[in-house]
T-cell receptor
């Protein structure tokens, strides 16, 4: 079972460059999320989507854009990378749970360094 | 102030010890309380979850919620080196589109 797959696993960018991170899930989940994880900060939500064609801002959306054109894919874009965006990025997906609970399934992460 | 507070550690204990990991929170609307385990260079995986107050046991792991104190705990009995990981608490409420609010994670090291 593939689950949640992130591409690429590692990337080094120069300041000002752009890139797109791809997340694909094969569990037919409605919800998808992009997080960043920094030391001592835990997981911070960047953007999320509750269904195909819909996206919403999370806690730290500035400098990022997202798109969900297909249910199974969620793309995270950096238009002009900055050193502050050096982080580990995690994509996650979840089903539409009942009464408030849903389990999030995570990809393996993308380690991004902006120099 | 963060909605969920968790000591990042690291917490280092000898093999076989009982481990206690904790989170405090400020929003009384949280109803689901989760513990995720994250091994180095991997994504988090759900370990256990509880609804509202009370205890839940799964093998060597026990999750405890005290809503009156806004405090949750994860206990690990007979800890093993394979338990070495970062443990993240997470919480959700019914009116939040199932968004999870995360603690910072506690790095746990079990010494053989």
């Amino acid at each position: 079972n593939a689950g949640v797959t992130q591409t690429p696993k590692f990337r080094v960018l120069k300041t000002g460059q752009s890139m797109t991170l791809l997340c694909a899930q094969d569990m037919n989940h409605e919800y998808m999320y992009w997080y960043r994880q920094d030391p001592g900060m835990g997981l911070r939500l960047i953007h999320y989507s509750v269904g195909e064609g819909t996206t919403a801002k999370g806690e730290v959306p500035d400098g990022y854009n997202v798109s969900r054109l297909k249910k199974q894919n969620f793309l995270l874009g950096l238009e002009s990378a900055a050193p502050s965006q050096t982080s580990v990025y995690f994509c996650a997906s979840s089903y539409r749970g009942t009464a408030g609970f849903t389990e999030a399934f995570f990809g393996q992460g993308t380690r991004l360094t902006v120099v | 102030q963060k909605e969920v507070e968790q000591d990042p550690g690291p917490l280092s204990v000898p093999e076989g010890a009982i481990v206690s990991l904790n989170c405090t929170y400020s929003n009384s609307a949280f109803q689901y309380f989760m513990w995720y385990r994250q091994y180095s260079r991997k994504g988090p995986e759900l370990l256990m979850y509880t609804y509202s107050s009370g205890n839940k046991e799964d093998g060597r792991f026990t999750a405890q919620v005290d809503k009156s104190s806004k405090y949750i705990s994860l206990f690990i009995r007979d800890s093993q080196p394979s338990d070495s990981a970062t443990y993240l608490c997470a919480m959700s409420r019914m009116d939040s589109n199932y968004q999870l609010i995360w603690g910072a994670g506690t790095k746990l090291i079990i010494k053989p």
